[in-house]
T-cell receptor, first 113, second 112 residues
Framework: ETGVTQSPTHLIKTRGQQVTLRCSSQ?????VSWYQQALGQGPQFIFQ???????GRGNFPPRFSGLQFPNYSSELNVNALELDDSALYLC????????????FGQGTRLTVV | EDQVTQSPEALRLQEGESSSLNCSYT??????LFWYRQDPGKGPEFLFT???AGEEKEKERLKATLTKKESFLHITAPKPEDSATYLC?????????????FGQGTTLQVKP
């Protein structure tokens, strides 16, 4: 158990809809990163939040956005869902921006139909 | 371009048959190299961090090593419960964030 919890665990959405995924970071961790993992692939970095500010972004369009709250929990929002957004979305928390030894949650499986 | 390549993509071993997984990387400066284990449908589980060439770390039947261009995950006398996908990731030195660049993983199956 890493102490990083994500909700929901599974979700089915229709193309064009919007979705919000949630992550509670491990106690004492102030940095949260989000990753997208397509089937059979390694995770891809979406963005990182440090002390409520976005601190780095991967190659994802603006319809992927996020928030971090004062308790360091985080949300990932995806607008105008596309079929290719179907994936496992992973949240990782770490004690600092350097992300040394980041710990992952169990993920949210999003299916877009 | 920063890149991580893992080989083989899949590996089948008999219980007790030792082997190694490879992770080759190209990165602009290396802050750290990470190994994770991932079971189907679950999030990656942290195993090791390596920071400099020549460094080695061990945990039970697993041993990770690092050179300037690659890392190996050695599995000694594996058991069926070691079956999983093993992911390698690097943290580029050029980035001031914690961005990790992952390989595609090696799926290990250990048969009893």
């Amino acid at each position: 158990e890493t102490g990083v919890t994500q909700s929901p665990t599974h979700l089915i959405k229709t193309r064009g809809q919007q979705v919000t995924l949630r992550c509670s970071s491990q106690s004492g961790h102030n940095t949260v990163s989000w990753y997208q993992q397509a089937l059979g692939q390694g995770p891809q970095f979406i963005f990182q939040y440090y002390r409520e500010e976005e601190n780095g972004r991967g190659n994802f369009p603006p319809r992927f956005s996020g928030l971090q709250f004062p308790n360091y929990s985080s949300e990932l929002n995806v607008n105008a869902l596309e079929l290719d957004d179907s994936a496992l979305y992973l949240c990782a928390s770490s004690p600092s921006q350097a992300n040394t030894e980041a710990f992952f949650g169990q993920g949210t499986r999003l299916t877009v139909v | 371009e920063d890149q991580v390549t893992q080989s083989p993509e899949a590996l089948r071993l008999q219980e007790g048959e030792s082997s190694s997984l490879n992770c080759s990387y190209t990165v602009s400066g290396l802050r750290g190299l990470f190994w994770y284990r991932q079971d189907p449908g679950k999030g990656p589980e942290f195993l090791f961090t390596l920071y400099s060439a020549g460094e080695e770390k061990e945990k039970e039947r697993l041993k990770a090593t690092l050179t300037k261009k690659e890392s190996f995950l050695h599995i000694t006398a594996p058991k069926p419960e070691d079956s999983a996908t093993y992911l390698c990731a690097v943290q580029p030195g050029s980035s001031n964030t914690g961005k990790l660049i992952f390989g595609q993983g090696t799926t290990l199956q250990v048969k009893p």
